[in-house]
């Protein structure tokens, strides 16, 4: 199969084929409870495949002229330097200090500079939103959000275009809305964001 051939059958049998996809009880980043949860960690391990995954994202953003990526970390990381080298454009990250996302090591942006924000799963977009802010703190200007996997059910929504390779609908329980707790068995949290 070649680049321009890549679609969302070739996306799922590799997140399939990488194990990728986890079925059980998790807690996701984001506070929500869900049954499966998809760990494109496992899938990225394999460069062959990031590289793939990246280019596809890449030609979706390409259109509008990117000047950077910037990644929220952890999960955008490899993602992001993928699109960014498929763009031939730099890579930079963001990071939480003391629980807020900022710009460390060294990393500018320029004022007005056209920044695509980069993420592997999107489930509620908070840091995804909160990487957009700090380009624009900093004067940047976000053209878009890019990410392998929307899972918001269609929900998220960003004041940029977002484009994704794969939309999935995945239950999520909220614990805070009082509702009976699914029997989902014992949870676990996989995700990257501490607490």
Do not use: N
């Amino acid at each position: 199969m070649s680049q321009q051939d890549f679609d969302t059958a070739e996306l799922e049998r590799l997140l399939a084929q990488t194990g990728a996809v986890r079925h059980g009880h998790f807690i996701l980043s984001s506070g929500l409870h869900s049954p499966t949860y998809v760990q494109c960690a496992l899938l990225l391990q394999h460069p062959q495949h990031a590289e793939r995954v990246g280019r596809a994202l890449a030609r979706r953003l390409a259109s509008l002229r990117p000047a950077s990526v910037l990644s929220p970390a952890l999960g955008g990381l490899i993602i992001g330097h993928e699109v960014a080298r498929a763009l031939r454009v730099p890579f930079r990250f963001t990071e939480r200090q003391s629980g807020e996302m900022t710009l460390r090591r060294s990393f500018e942006l320029k004022p007005r500079e056209r920044v695509v924000v980069v993420e592997d799963v999107i489930t509620t977009g908070k840091s995804t939103r909160e990487t957009l802010e700090v380009a624009r703190q900093l004067g940047a200007e976000p053209v878009a959000v890019g990410a392998i996997l929307d899972r918001s059910g269609g929900v998220a929504s960003f004041e940029v275009p977002f484009f994704s390779l794969l939309a999935l609908t995945i239950p999520t329980y909220d614990p805070a809305s009082g509702a009976p707790e699914p029997d989902w068995g014992p949870p676990e949290k996989p995700g990257s964001r501490p607490g």
